[in-house]
């Protein structure tokens, strides 16, 4: 699709003061990306999805939990029990984002021979790495 004949939107992430990059950031950074796919196979609590996150920090994955939610992708639910209890989970919003981004993920995953070659290609056509 042509940037340029895409319909009449109210905002542009092209734009430098344009609201969406945010989000956009959010949603292709790798953790924001990773977390979302995660939240996409259902529920999770906050150390399930750590796990299942492998390589995210405490600290991270917060931030990016945080930041999803404030976007309307995740849905935090705390429980009012001892231990407390909190669950995440995607909202319509986020169910529909992460779609998207897991076609692509899908997408990579089933191409990275190709991409394995070409970094090969391209490492020994500029001395080896």
């Not at 969406?20 to 990773?34: I, K």
């Not at 259902?42 to 917060?62: P, Q």
């Not at 404030?70 to 029990?81: F, I, K, M, N």
Request: aromatic content about 6%.
């Amino acid at each position: 699709m042509d940037l340029t004949d895409r319909p009449d939107l109210a905002y542009d992430v092209f734009a430098k003061a344009c609201p969406s990059r945010g989000t956009l950031e959010h949603v292709t950074g790798r953790w924001g990306a990773l977390t979302l796919g995660a939240l996409a196979e259902g529920s999770l609590r906050f150390n399930e999805l750590r796990r299942r996150v492998e390589g995210v920090s405490e600290k991270m994955l917060s931030q990016t939990l945080h930041a999803l939610e404030r976007d309307g992708l995740v849905h935090r639910e705390a429980q009012p029990t001892n231990p407390p209890r909190v669950d995440y989970e995607l909202t319509p919003l986020g169910h529909e984002v992460a779609g998207r981004l897991l076609a692509l993920i899908h997408f990579l995953e089933g191409r990275m021979d190709e991409v394995l070659g070409a970094r090969e290609r391209y490492d020994t056509a500029r001395g080896g790495r």
